[in-house]
């Protein structure tokens, strides 16, 4: 019996003695990064750093003009999404079917992380997202566009793709709103066949001039406003509960000291 199995084993130790084949196991997968539109004629107009005050106004600007948006929100940046009326921001803008995705808890320089940090930030978004809207997104913007292996590497773990651009606004690295509107002049006039715009929902002035001048800019193109995930032809949630959350009390940012101190 002993020996019948030292038999039967032999061919197999003998395989393992060969040199093993080169595997690249330096690389685990990654996320897909997707740096435009793939669907014809499509604009993304996105708005990130929120949800801050010109949630609302920029929502019912989109919706008046039968346009969707996309919002890549933080979870405690200009204002703290747990807090009862900022979340209601969040969730107004939801209802009217634009899309929300992530953005990072704090915002930082994520490819400045190390992985625990870098799971964290993923991880109190998502859960927040979970808890006011009900929602699980495949999508996430690495602030300030910025990323590296590491940042796959954790955004796949997270079944999370990543979202940059192909228009910036500028309107958040110091571009004047006539800086702003001739990159969407410009952007027109080359006639691509979409566009995944960069803006910043916390700007006064993307809110009040900006947003109208690009939605009339782009329709009179003939160019249809769509959220992310329509642009890219995929579904803007991989799980989205009947109805949104609930306040209460365990919705706090730990940064706050009384947690709503707005
Ligand atoms: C999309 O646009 C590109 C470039 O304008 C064109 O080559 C392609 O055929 C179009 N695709 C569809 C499905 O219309
Ligand atoms: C949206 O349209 C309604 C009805 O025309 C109007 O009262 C409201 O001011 C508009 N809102 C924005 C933000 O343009
Ligand atoms: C990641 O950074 C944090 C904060 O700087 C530190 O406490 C932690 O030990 C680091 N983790 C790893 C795995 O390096
Ligand atoms: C948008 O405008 C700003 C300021 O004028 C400029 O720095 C930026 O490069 C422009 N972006 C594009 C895509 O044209
Ligand atoms: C809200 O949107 C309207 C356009 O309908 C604009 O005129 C107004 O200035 C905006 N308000 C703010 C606070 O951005
Ligand atoms: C991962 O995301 C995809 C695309 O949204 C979705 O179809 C799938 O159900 C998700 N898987 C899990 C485990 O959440
Ligand atoms: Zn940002």
């Given amino acids: 019996m002993l020996f019948e199995t030292v038999v039967l084993l032999l061919p197999f130790t003998l395989s393992l003695a060969r040199p093993p084949p080169i595997i690249d196991d330096a690389s685990p997968p990654r996320a897909t990064v997707y740096s435009g539109c793939k669907v014809n004629n499509?604009?993304?107009?996105?708005f990130d750093d929120g949800p801050y005050i010109h949630m609302n106004n920029i929502s019912d600007m989109l919706t008046n003009a039968s346009a969707k948006g996309t919002f890549f929100v933080n979870g405690h940046n200009y204002d703290?999404?747990?807090d009862k009326k900022v979340a209601a921001r969040v969730q107004y803008a939801y209802e009217q079917g634009h899309q929300i995705a992530a953005h990072t808890w704090s915002?930082?320089?994520?490819?400045?992380?190390?992985?625990?940090?870098?799971?964290?930030?993923?991880?109190k978004i998502n859960d927040a997202l979970l808890k006011v809207l009900g929602i699980k997104t495949p999508f996430m913007r690495p602030p300030y566009g910025s990323?590296?292996?590491?940042?796959r590497q954790v955004a796949y773990q997270m079944n999370q793709s990543l979202v940059v651009w192909d228009l910036d606004?500028?309107?958040s690295v110091g571009a004047t709103l006539q800086e702003s509107e001739?990159?969407?002049?410009?952007?027109?006039?080359?006639?691509p066949a979409n566009i995944l715009a960069l803006n910043h929902e916390t700007v006064k002035t993307t809110a009040a001039s900006l947003v109208p001048f690009?939605?009339?800019?782009?329709?009179?193109a003939g160019y249809q406003l769509v959220t992310v995930a329509d642009c890219l032809g995929l579904d803007a949630y991989s799980y989205q509960a009947d109805q949104v959350g609930t306040w209460?009390?365990?919705?706090?940012?730990?940064?706050?000291?009384?947690?709503?101190?707005?």
Avoid at 42 to 46: E, G, N, R, S, Y
Avoid at 107 to 123: K, Q, R
Avoid at 182 to 191: C, E, F, V
Wanted: net charge negative; proline share 3%; glycine share 4%.
């Fill in 147 to 151: 990323y590296n292996n590491l940042v």
């Fill in 107 to 123: 915002h930082p320089d994520l490819s400045s992380l190390n992985m625990t940090e870098m799971a964290d930030e993923f991880t």
């Fill in 248 to 262: 209460d009390k365990s919705w706090f940012c730990p940064e706050d000291e009384d947690g709503d101190d707005n």
């Fill in 214 to 220: 690009a939605i009339n800019a782009l329709q009179n």
């Fill in 80 to 82: 703290c999404i747990y």
């Fill in 182 to 191: 001739g990159n969407y002049t410009m952007a027109i006039a080359s006639r």
């Fill in 169 to 171: 606004s500028g309107d």
């Fill in 42 to 46: 499509t604009v993304a107009l996105t």
